[in-house]
Nanobody, 131 residues
């Protein structure tokens, strides 16, 4: 059974950086498009970043609020997907989740608007950006 577990959430000052990790177990992460999502208090869950499966083209896509500041990457040897977050802003405060798109969906296209296609989720990790 595929399982995901996030780690790395912390409190940081505005302008700071943080790296989140998503450890994948049960199956190789190579077969899945993996996304990062976030949910702030009182707001809907939104797509942050997504990376196509290793067996497609490994291309990454980003949500508009984080373009140019966040970077998603894979370490296939560790079966882990990372989210490097730079130039953090208070509005980045949220619980961050990683999720796998359902089997056979190798690409991230439309990940921002089709969150329901992601059917395996981690428990989340809290990122708090404040001065």
């Amino acid at each position: 059974q595929l399982q995901l577990e996030e780690s790395g959430g912390a409190s940081v000052h505005p302008g700071g950086s943080l790296t989140l990790s998503c450890a994948v177990s049960g199956y190789s992460s190579d077969y899945y498009a993996i996304g990062w999502f976030r949910q702030a208090p009182g707001k809907e869950r939104e797509g942050v970043a997504c990376v196509n499966s290793q067996f497609s083209d490994n291309i990454a896509l980003y949500g508009d609020p984080v373009k140019g500041r966040f970077t998603i990457s894979r370490d296939n040897n560790k079966n882990t997907v990372y989210l490097q977050m730079d130039s953090l802003k208070p509005e980045d405060t949220a619980v961050y989740y990683c999720a796998a798109r359902r089997a056979g969906y190798y690409y991230c296209a439309g990940f921002v608007t089709t969150i329901e296609d992601f059917d395996t989720w981690g428990q989340g990790t809290l990122v708090n950006v404040s001065s």
